[in-house]
């Protein structure tokens, strides 16, 4: 079956560092490739997404690339703020036809001042 | 635009007792479904629905039934509840055609302690 793998967190950063959160998948077909974010005491939103190999989804300063030949989908922050601290999931969706997404486990992100 | 909206945000009940979480979207999603999130285990799907009237069981579906009789509407019916079920639900919805096609809606939460 399908299945993501993230990166055990958690990632423990200085402000302004560079982010890198590391994603894997295994999946049958072409699916589409997600990052969520879920803020404290908040749900699960949608951060980018990549619905094609070599697609390049952003926002909000952070980037991932739908790389099918490594099958990744990593997601990177040049210069990360105190307002990225979060837990990050990466998931597909798609794949073989079926709506059910797959997510990660999510990587807790930290940033200190 | 509410989006998904899921009551109550937080609940305390007894070994035992029943109860429903709620939860509604007004964006006329076809795909709903339910989560439970617990420390260290990420997300794991507990029942989904591809349209009204139709339901299936998740990942960890024992101990929770569910019933899709509109398109809005989507509840989680705890039987008799347990401890083992303390965890923070969320209720999600995606479109299953267009351009937001699979793109997970997330409600904010109901924080259920069982005591």
């Known amino acids: 079956g399908d299945s993501v793998t993230q990166m055990e967190g958690p990632v423990t950063l200085s402000e302004e560092a560079f982010l890198t959160i590391n994603c894997t998948y295994t999946?049958?077909?072409?699916?589409?490739l997600f990052w969520y974010v879920q803020y404290p005491g908040e749900g699960l939103q949608l951060l980018l997404k990549?619905?094609?190999?070599?697609d390049k989804g952003s926002n909000k300063g952070f980037e991932a690339t739908y790389r099918k030949e490594t099958t990744s989908f990593h997601l990177e922050k040049g210069s990360v703020q105190v307002s990225d601290s979060a837990v990050y999931f990466c998931?597909?969706?798609?794949?073989?036809?079926?709506?059910?997404?797959?997510f990660g486990r999510g990587t807790s992100l930290i940033v200190h001042p | 635009n509410a989006g998904v909206t899921q009551t109550p945000k937080f609940q305390v009940l007894k070994t035992g007792q029943s109860m429903t979480l709620q939860c509604a979207q007004d964006?006329?999603?076809?795909?709903m479904s339910w989560y439970r999130q617990d420390p260290g285990m990420g997300l794991r799907l507990i029942h989904y629905?591809?349209?009204?009237?139709?339901?299936d069981q998740g990942e960890v579906p024992n101990g929770y039934n569910v019933s899709r009789s509109t398109t809005e509407d989507f509840p989680l019916r705890l039987l008799s509840a347990a401890p083992s079920q303390t965890s923070v639900y969320f209720c999600?919805?995606?479109?299953?055609?267009?351009?937001?096609?699979?793109?997970?809606?997330f409600g904010a939460g109901t924080r259920l302690s069982v005591l």
């Open positions: 999600a919805s995606s479109a299953r055609h267009g351009i937001g096609q699979n793109i997970q809606y």
């Open positions: 999946a049958t077909g072409y699916p589409s």
């Open positions: 990549a619905t094609k190999a070599d």
């Open positions: 998931a597909l969706s798609g794949s073989g036809g079926s709506y059910i997404p797959t």
């Open positions: 964006m006329n999603h076809e795909y």
């Open positions: 629905s591809v349209g009204a009237g139709i339901t």
